[in-house]
């Protein structure tokens, strides 16, 4: 069994970006708002800027102190949305604590959200005409149709039911026709679920939730999940994805043969750095650079181009 490999597409999606960037007359352009000194956030400013380059976009990140007053962000946020050279926000989360970090996030103009989370956004979505479309669901389902996963009539189980991914997972795959099934922590009776899909992706921030015991041969599991748990042995903290160690490449705890590859953000998305909790993978970059030319034909050539 092959592993699903999440670096090969976004490289594919790159390549399409280039050609397509090549032939327009304005030059895309990105920003990135980043508060304070958080060590993961700044790896990913600086890999959002290293993508730009590499596609040929226009990037500019905006660096604030980490005690920055919400007037003095929101002030930012209101400058880019005005900026003609930029045509995509992305603010970057965690946000320090004396931020609303809703508020922020719903600040940005709509047709500037590569991130896909203002609420204007979020229903277009819910209606079945996506505009810009939160990065890790829409590169989970690009990974899977890469490699040609069945998707419509197969049993579609989401745990999660988050803002960022569970949500529009679901209805991401309910548009592909797939059979979809929402369950979050508090879901009981979780392996009658599991036992029966075809599809999994967990995405609840609970660690090792799902166990081999919990699923059928012929399953395919993303796992979407980081979490610090403590090591028995030495008790240092690292990362640990939503399911158990035993649900792996063709077997599980119980030793069934012909389990389908998992796709795990430490596997098939390519695992941060272990002090890294949750940065972008680069499918994820990839689709978020997609999401900035989307932004950008919407304002300067409407519908000249269509994205899945």
């Given at each position: 069994m092959a592993l699903l490999e999440g670096k090969i597409v976004a490289a594919a999606q790159e390549e399409k970006l280039r050609a397509q960037i090549r032939e327009l007359s304005v030059q895309p352009g990105l920003a990135v708002i980043l508060a304070g000194e958080d060590g993961p956030s700044k790896i990913y400013v600086r890999r959002k800027q290293e993508a730009c380059e590499r596609v040929g976009m226009h990037s500019e990140m905006v660096l604030l102190p980490g005690d920055v007053s919400e007037t003095m962000l929101l002030s930012e946020v209101e400058r880019l949305n005005q900026d003609p050279k930029i045509h995509g926000i992305l603010v970057q989360?965690?946000?320090?604590?004396?931020?609303?970090?809703?508020?922020?996030?719903?600040?940005?103009?709509?047709e500037k959200d590569v991130d896909?989370?203002?609420?204007?956004?979020?229903?277009?979505?819910?209606?079945?005409?996506?505009?810009?479309?939160?990065?890790?669901?829409?590169?989970?389902?690009?990974?899977?149709?890469?490699?040609?996963?069945?998707?419509?009539?197969?049993?579609a189980l989401v745990i999660?039911?988050?803002?960022?991914?569970?949500?529009?997972?679901?209805?991401?795959l309910l548009q592909e026709n797939a059979t979809v099934t929402l369950a979050h922590s508090r879901t009981q009776n979780l392996s009658e679920l599991t036992q029966k899909a075809d599809i999994i992706v967990a995405a609840v921030g609970q660690a090792q939730l799902v166990t081999g015991e919990m699923v059928k041969d012929g399953v395919v599991v993303v796992d979407v999940g980081m979490n610090r748990m403590d090591y028995p042995r030495t008790g240092r903290g690292g990362p640990h994805d939503d399911r158990h160690p035993a649900v792996q490449y063709g077997q599980s705890r119980t030793g069934k043969p012909g389990l389908r590859p998992i796709l795990s953000v430490g596997k098939a998305l390519h695992r941060p750095p272990p002090q890294a909790l949750p940065l972008r993978t680069p499918i994820q970059d990839s689709l978020a650079l997609q999401g900035l030319l989307k932004a950008h034909l919407q304002l300067h050539v409407p519908f000249a181009l269509q994205f899945p």
């Open positions: 989360l965690p946000l320090p604590p004396q931020i609303d970090a809703k508020r922020v996030l719903e600040a940005i103009a709509p896909g989370f203002h609420p204007l956004n979020a229903g277009y979505l819910l209606t079945g005409t996506p505009k810009q479309v939160p990065c890790t669901p829409l590169g989970i389902l690009h990974l899977l149709k890469h490699y040609e996963i069945p998707l419509a009539g197969k049993q999660g039911r988050s803002n960022i991914v569970g949500k529009p997972m679901a209805l991401l």
